[in-house]
């Protein structure tokens, strides 16, 4: 058995296995032929540039991190003004109600209201109040049953937590709520009477002016925490489409590249995006001073709605242009024209989404984008290039989508801008190539046809017919 090793320009055949591991040995110990102090130098530069790189991504996050708790001073002091003034109004109301004594619960359950996610607060109030019931029925049916004592208690406690995450499902305030009344129960009943009625009637008070502080009193503005939340990835968007667009013209790679990465760390902005979107609807839909900006909310809550998609989109592009740029690929000047239009337009919907005004420029930029598209598919791209300027053409429907089209109509529109492209590189290509091209069986009939009028051309046939072979 022989082997092949090749060690720059010289070539050895080993016949033999053992032969072959040597001979490697001798090619490895050859391509590390440096002094060992170049050896060590080599290894202590790339230790340092990868504790640069690590000191370098803290550093983006530690701003990033700033950046947003920046962007959130707003909604973090009306939920805090908010948290203050429903626990002052839950103890007040629970001793004006229910009478004098320690009503904990009534300022407890209004503060658990108020600092739940926002866009939860509802269905969080009644897993609450449910998760009181089911903790009371379980504790005083088992206490009943089996007594009191620390075993009963963590019977009873067992058993609460068992029904409620069935019920629930998952974790939560019907969870918590449950065990702890559940606790509250097989500990204190036996020694104080009547703490069951108390507690439900706690929790109703505290939950029902959490509610009321969050929809009458001091209701968040929808608009302004979802573009708050929608900020940070638009300026993703509009930078990272204008770097990759640079760097197709530069032909810079390594520029690309990192457009990818960036792109990648976009998770904690799209997750926040999705509570501002719960958290602004269930403004609108509760608070009665903020139903007039019903309309205004729902046209930016679409366009918010795919930006996830849009994220896809760029970071498909992203990875398409840098394996293009890394085989070497002509890259013709339309395609990082047709992604400046792309970051364009991007931006001018959030202006026309901020302002309520009908998405006129960002449809225009949309086809500028798509045209741009179809001509760098006419001037001659290769693989690599062909995916590119198909993950323009579906970025840009997307973003129509975004804009309000339905699928059907934004791909009918990209359809038509790209191919007006097209037709304007080589028109007569593309009349060719759209040409109705015969196939075996339209020959055959084509053929069955002019036999055809051959024979009434020359008349009817003799009566003796053509000799028999």
Same mark, same amino acid.
């Not at 050896?39 to 540039?49: C, H, T």
């Not at 948290?83 to 004594?101: D, E, F, S, T, Y």
């Not at 269905?123 to 009943?144: M, S």
């Given at each position: 058995?022989?082997?092949?090793?090749?060690?720059?320009?010289?070539?050895?055949?080993?016949?033999?296995?053992?032969?072959?591991?040597?001979?490697?040995?001798?090619?490895?110990?050859?391509?590390?032929?440096?002094?060992?102090?170049?050896?060590?130098?080599?290894?202590?530069?790339?230790?340092?540039?990868?504790?640069?790189?690590?000191?370098?991504?803290?550093?983006?996050?530690?701003?990033?991190?700033?950046?947003?708790?920046?962007?959130?001073?707003?909604?973090?002091?009306?939920?805090?003004?908010?948290?203050?003034?429903?626990?002052?109004?839950?103890?007040?109301?629970?001793?004006?109600?229910?009478?004098?004594?320690?009503?904990?619960?009534?300022?407890?359950?209004?503060?658990?209201?108020?600092?739940?996610?926002?866009?939860?607060?509802?269905?969080?109030?009644?897993?609450?109040?449910?998760?009181?019931?089911?903790?009371?029925?379980?504790?005083?049916?088992?206490?009943?049953?089996?007594?009191?004592?620390?075993?009963?208690?963590?019977?009873?406690?067992?058993?609460?937590?068992?029904?409620?995450?069935?019920?629930?499902?998952?974790?939560?305030?019907?969870?918590?709520?449950?065990?702890?009344?559940?606790?509250?129960?097989?500990?204190?009943?036996?020694?104080?009477?009547?703490?069951?009625?108390?507690?439900i009637f706690d929790a109703l008070v505290g939950?029902?002016?959490?509610?009321?502080?969050?929809?009458?009193?001091?209701?968040?503005?929808?608009?302004?925490?979802?573009?708050?939340?929608?900020?940070?990835?638009?300026?993703?968007?509009?930078?990272?489409?204008?770097?990759?667009?640079?760097?197709?013209?530069?032909?810079?790679?390594?520029?690309?590249?990192?457009?990818?990465?960036?792109?990648?760390?976009?998770? #904690? !902005?799209?997750? &926040?995006?999705?509570?501002?979107?719960? $958290? /602004?609807? *269930?403004?609108?839909?509760?608070?009665? +001073? %903020?139903?007039?900006?019903?309309?205004?909310?729902?046209?930016?809550?679409?366009?918010?709605?795919?930006?996830?998609?849009?994220?896809?989109?760029?970071?498909?592009?992203?990875?398409?242009?840098?394996?293009?740029?890394?085989?070497?690929?002509?890259?013709?000047?339309?395609?990082?024209?047709?992604?400046?239009?792309?970051?364009?337009?991007?931006?001018?919907?959030?202006?026309?989404?901020?302002?309520?005004?009908?998405?006129?420029?960002?449809?225009?930029?949309?086809?500028?984008?798509?045209?741009?598209?179809?001509?760098?598919?006419?001037?001659?791209?290769?693989?690599?290039?062909?995916?590119?300027?198909?993950?323009?053409?579906?970025?840009?429907?997307?973003?129509?989508?975004?804009?309000?089209?339905?699928? #059907? !109509?934004?791909? &009918?529109?990209?359809?038509?801008?790209? $191919? /007006?492209? *097209?037709?304007?590189?080589?028109?007569? +290509? %593309?009349?060719?190539?759209?040409?109705?091209?015969?196939?075996?069986?339209?020959?055959?009939?084509?053929?069955?046809?002019?036999?055809?009028?051959?024979?009434?051309?020359?008349?009817?046939?003799?009566?003796?017919?053509r000799p028999a072979r």
């Open positions: 058995m022989r082997c092949r090793i090749q060690v720059g320009p010289l070539v050895a055949v080993v016949p033999d296995r053992h032969d072959c591991a040597a001979v490697a040995g001798v090619s490895a110990a050859m391509a590390d032929d440096r002094p060992p102090a170049d050896r060590d130098r080599s290894r202590f530069g790339e230790a340092a540039e990868r504790s640069g790189q690590a000191v370098q991504r803290a550093r983006h996050r530690g701003g990033q991190a700033g950046r947003i708790r920046a962007r959130q001073w707003e909604v973090t002091l009306v939920i805090s003004i908010q948290a203050g003034l429903a626990a002052a109004i839950a103890a007040l109301l629970a001793q004006k109600l229910l009478g004098q004594g320690s009503h904990v619960f009534a300022p407890a359950a209004a503060v658990g209201t108020i600092a739940t996610a926002i866009g939860q607060r509802a269905r969080r109030t009644f897993e609450l109040l449910g998760g009181v019931a089911l903790g009371i029925i379980i504790g005083d049916t088992l206490r009943f049953l089996l007594g009191s004592g620390p075993w009963q208690t963590g019977v009873v406690v067992a058993l609460a937590i068992a029904v409620a995450l069935l019920v629930a499902g998952r974790g939560g305030p019907l969870v918590g709520q449950a065990g702890g009344t559940a606790v509250l129960i097989a500990t204190l009943a036996p020694m104080e009477r009547g703490l069951e009625l108390p507690r939950g029902a002016v959490g509610l009321v502080v969050v929809a009458l009193l001091l209701p968040v503005n929808p608009l302004r925490v979802l573009d708050r939340a929608a900020a940070p990835i638009f300026a993703v968007l509009c930078e990272q489409l204008a770097e990759l667009a640079q760097g197709l013209r530069d032909r810079d790679g390594d520029r690309t590249l990192r457009v990818l990465d960036r792109l990648r760390g976009t998770e #904690d !902005d799209v997750s &926040r995006l999705h509570d501002a979107l719960s $958290g /602004a609807e *269930e403004v609108v839909t509760l608070a009665p +001073v %903020r139903w007039h900006r019903r309309e205004q909310y729902h046209r930016y809550a679409r366009s918010a709605g795919h930006l996830e998609r849009l994220l896809l989109d760029t970071r498909a592009l992203a990875r398409w242009s840098s394996t293009a740029l890394q085989y070497d690929e002509p890259i013709p000047q339309q395609l990082p024209d047709a992604m400046t239009r792309l970051g364009q337009a991007v931006a001018e919907m959030r202006t026309e989404c901020r302002v309520g005004d009908d998405p006129r420029r960002t449809l225009r930029l949309i086809e500028e984008c798509a045209e741009l598209a179809g001509r760098a598919a006419a001037s001659g791209v290769k693989s690599f290039g062909e995916s590119l300027v198909t993950g323009l053409r579906t970025a840009a429907s997307d973003l129509l989508r975004a804009c309000g089209c339905e699928p #059907d !109509d934004a791909n &009918r529109i990209v359809r038509r801008a790209a $191919g /007006a492209g *097209e037709a304007a590189v080589h028109p007569l +290509v %593309r009349r060719q190539l759209h040409r109705v091209r015969p196939t075996r069986a339209l020959r055959a009939r084509r053929r069955a046809h002019l036999a055809a009028r051959m024979r009434m051309a020359n008349g009817p046939a003799s009566p003796q017919g």
